[in-house]
């Protein structure tokens, strides 16, 4: 069936240093790749997505890369912050549906 | 907007025992969606909804039942609990026309059956 395969599970950086988590996806009609962070006993809040019309999605420190043919899409966060630090979720859709499929999350660390 | 709502925060089932968890959006939105998230895991479809009256089953609908009378409400209702159903459920919406849309989330209600 369709999944998403997330990597790191874990991953410590130190404040100002850079941070990549890849996800894999094997749905080739999904169009649709959404970021969730979320932080401790809290809701997951969406940090930035991309279309698959798009290579490439920026937000100030957050970035978005998106491979199609390889079917994989990474999330770049530059000059990492201690506020930084959560638990990051991909996810893909279903087909061209609403319907996602997460990852299984990867926690980050920015240590001071 | 209050935004998307979730009552009971928290919960604890017996085996057997029945609930129903609530969700309500004020946001006008036409879709809403139920996740289970286990710990350490990512969240789970177990149901959705794309407008009033109309449901369907997502990746792990066993032991549950949704239903969409408003477009407002989408309560998830667990028949005979189960320890596997030990989870935070997390009830989101989005406004939709099939290609991909924010998911904005509840704050999630913590169930444990014993």
């Known amino acids: 069936g369709e999944n998403v395969e997330q990597h790191p599970s874990t991953l410590s950086v130190q404040e100002g240093d850079s941070a990549v988590i890849k996800c894999t996806y094997s749905d080739s009609a999904s169009n649709y790749f959404p970021w969730y962070k979320q932080e401790l006993g809290k809701r997951p809040q969406l940090i930035i997505d991309?279309?698959?019309?798009?290579g490439e999605k920026k937000d100030q420190r957050i970035a978005v890369t998106l491979n199609k043919t390889a079917k994989h899409f990474s999330l770049h966060i530059t000059e990492t912050q201690p506020e930084d630090s959560a638990v990051y979720f991909c996810a893909a859709s279903m087909g061209v549906t609403d319907k996602l499929i997460f990852g299984t999350g990867t926690r980050l660390q920015v240590f001071p | 907007n209050a935004g998307v709502t979730q009552t009971p925060k928290f919960r604890i089932l017996k085996i057997g025992q029945s609930m129903t968890l609530q969700c309500a959006q004020d946001?006008?939105?036409?879709?809403m969606y139920w996740y289970r998230q286990d710990p350490g895991m990512g969240l789970k479809l177990i149901y959705y909804?794309?407008?009033?009256?109309?449901?369907d089953k997502g990746e792990v609908p066993n032991g549950y039942n949704v239903s969409r009378s408003t477009t407002e409400d989408f309560p998830l209702r667990l028949e005979l609990a189960a320890p596997s159903q030990t989870s935070v459920y997390f009830c989101a919406s989005s406004y939709s026309r099939g290609q991909g849309y924010e998911q904005y989330f509840g704050p999630g209600t913590r169930l444990t059956v014993t």
């Open positions: 991309i279309r698959s019309n798009v």
């Open positions: 946001m006008n939105h036409n879709y």
């Open positions: 909804s794309v407008g009033a009256g109309i449901t």
